[in-house]
C-alpha cells in the first residue's frame, strides 16, 4: 500500500505559478513511478504528467507542455509539480497518483494509488 497527500494548491491568477507537492507514505516510494491527474467540473479525470521511479523519463499532456514541470526527491518521498503562466482552463482538482510498473502510464486507470486531490482555482 501507498498512501498520498496533495498540498499547494489554491486560488491564484492567470499567469501565477504554483507549486504542488505530494508526499507518499508506505511500501518503497522509489520503486513507483508517480503521475499527477486533475479533473475539472463536470469533466472526467485527465492526465497531466507523469514521472519515472528514478526521475530520469518524464511525459506532459500537450496542454501544460512547456508550462508545467514534473520532478521527484525520492529521499523525501515526494514528488512535485511546478506550474507556470497558469490559465483559467487549469482550474481542476489536481490528483497525485503511483503505479508499480516501468512503462509510463498516461491513463487514470493505469494508475495504482491515488491521493485524495488539492483544489486549484485560476482566475481570468
Known amino acids: 500500500q501507498v498512501q498520498l497527500v496533495e498540498s499547494g494548491g489554491g486560488l491564484v491568477q492567470a499567469g501565477d505559478s504554483l507549486r504542488l507537492s505530494c508526499a507518499a507514505s508506505?511500501?518503497?516510494?522509489?520503486?513507483?513511478?508517480m503521475g499527477w491527474f486533475r479533473q475539472a467540473p463536470g469533466k472526467e479525470r485527465e492526465f497531466v504528467a507523469v514521472?519515472?521511479?528514478?526521475?530520469?523519463?518524464?511525459k506532459y499532456a500537450d496542454s501544460v507542455k512547456g508550462r508545467f514541470t514534473i520532478s521527484r526527491d525520492n529521499r523525501k518521498n515526494t514528488v512535485y509539480l511546478e506550474m507556470n503562466r497558469l490559465k483559467p482552463e487549469d482550474t481542476a482538482v489536481y490528483y497525485c497518483?503511483?503505479?508499480?510498473?516501468?512503462?509510463?502510464?498516461?491513463?487514470?486507470?493505469?494508475?495504482?494509488?491515488w491521493g485524495k486531490g488539492t483544489l486549484v482555482t485560476v482566475s481570468s
Open positions: 497518483a503511483a503505479a508499480d510498473i516501468i512503462l509510463l502510464v498516461s491513463t487514470p486507470g493505469g494508475m495504482d494509488y
Open positions: 508506505g511500501r518503497t516510494f522509489s520503486s513507483y513511478q
Open positions: 514521472i519515472s521511479w528514478s526521475g530520469g523519463s518524464t
